[in-house]
């Protein structure tokens, strides 16, 4: 680590990694309701726990985005962070945020908009803790001695997402209208600009990582985003199909949402044609199996099971079915869960001088947590195709056709098993590392750990 | 072979070239087709209030309206036509978890006049041009 304002990422890391065990925690307790068992109604029902659920995830990855962005825009402005005081007065606004948001859910305090829950006064202070970390990114960059690709790409990421949460703040008392807006935030948030974060992200591991040349990586860097604009932006047609919405967006939802997984596929192939291409044996393997990682899973789940229903004649059936949540988990898991991971397996021996991505326990983590949720996805796919062909396509009454797929949801349960220990393990070598430590910051890039085994 | 910089005015111009179409698209939609399909000019005050019941219950949180929502509840969008008044009105007023099959939901206990704002809000959304969603059975396939 060569600034010390970087260990200010430590702490946005151990957010997520807080937050996602409570994630998984309200997934489980979401399950074994579907699997019939639903003793904590009376205190969690259902639309709470989904509730906390989904808002988990959006709060835990974008404290991971965060911490990266601190992590990396000093190195790459090379330049201290313009405030360490005032991240860490936004890392605790932010907690505080979440934290108060997600104790509202269990108190009926929330606006029923699927993934924009988050109570109206809490958005306002979203917006002012979101400008804050944006002033600070930005500072720093503009003060920095360089402005390269990979951070400006970051940042218009950044700045992008900030500006997309604008129009679900728009009230219309129009459900069709409410929603057409929602998607704005949460397509273009997840199919759109995080994939900006995401390429950035990748971009910078990749370079450190690989020891590929700069200019050739950031070259493709362009290439892979401008694929994901030029399929993703019209692609949230696919979102207008049948919401009381006009016929067109049927043609170009289709069409470009058929585009939609270039752009993972460009990622994947570019992740993998650089290590590759790449002569530096960097001594943090396991960074590097979570990068090629998230570049691959990415594909398979946003790219692929994306493109699976979003032909308009298939998604007449899958809109509104279990099918979207094969689709959805494997597309967080891979695009943005894996990428945080990445970051947090890169930045930690750097941070804390310590080695511990040597432990074998590392492969177990990335093994379990991957294996794990491609059960869980195809258990939800199990689920989703048959209540698709029971309710929609035979015609049963929804209850009924939920009862025959119930069994799906303990193959969900056990899945999830091994998933949530591999995350478990790898929270644990989280916690093993410790804290940043002065020697690892004094040492910089002749820190040991940093060092590549053949140079 | 492609130079960095080519890369980035396909990048640029790829993105601002698509996002004015979308721009456009979208003007039209919450302009003139979204009010017309979706018969804007009746929402009343009673659709309104049945809406602000909708969210601020978060029913969204376990059903789905116009495919929307969460999965573990029914889809709601017709559910005018297919359970009627009565039904939903029962539903909404029970003082105890309506828990077809077992699943229970949560008893949310509404006044009358809550229930038939809610109504109201099922009746409208019930009218919509949805392109054919949600689709009916094939009677080929049915028992």
New interface residues.
Partial sequence: MKYKSQRVAYWFFALSMLLIILQITYGFIMAFAHYGMDGLHNWIPFNAARTTHINLLVVWLLSGFMGAAYYIIPEEAQRELVSVKWAYIQLISFAIVGVVAVIGFHFNWWEGRKFLEIPRPLDYLVVVNVLLFLGLILATLYKGKTQTTTAMVLAMGLVFAALLYLPGMIFFDNQALDSFFRWWVVHLWVEGVWELIMGGILAFLLIKLTGVDREVIEKWLYVIVGLTFLSGILGTGHHYYYIGTPKYWLVIGGIFSAMEPLAFLGMALFAIHMYRKGGRNHPNKIALSWTLGTAIVSFAGAGLLGLAHTLPQVNLYTHGTLVTAMHGHLAFWGAYGMLVFAMISYAMPLMTGRKVYEQTSNIYAFWLAVIGMLGMTTAFAAAGVAQVYLERRVGLDFMVAQQEIEVHFLVLILCATLFTTGVLIFVYNFIKYGRPTEEAMASGDEFEAVQPAAA | M???KQ??V??LG??IF??L??LG??Y???TK???K??H?DQ?TDA??RG?EI?????????H????????????LTRVYSRKGETYIKTVLMSKT?WA?????M?AYGMTEEEANDVVAFFKW?NE????????E??KN???
Wanted: aromatic content about 12%.
């Fill in positions: 492609l130079s960095k890369a980035k396909f990048f790829g993105t698509f996002s179409i979308f698209l979208s039209e939609s919450v087709s979204i009010p399909k979706t804007a929402i659709v309104r809406r909708w969210d601020k219950n978060n029913c969204m949180g376990c789905t309206i116009l495919g929307e929502g969460a999965y573990y509840a029914p889809e978890p077809p099959r077992g699943r229970k949560v959304v919509m041009d949805l392109n054919g969603f949600p689709p059975p094939d396939l049915q028992p």
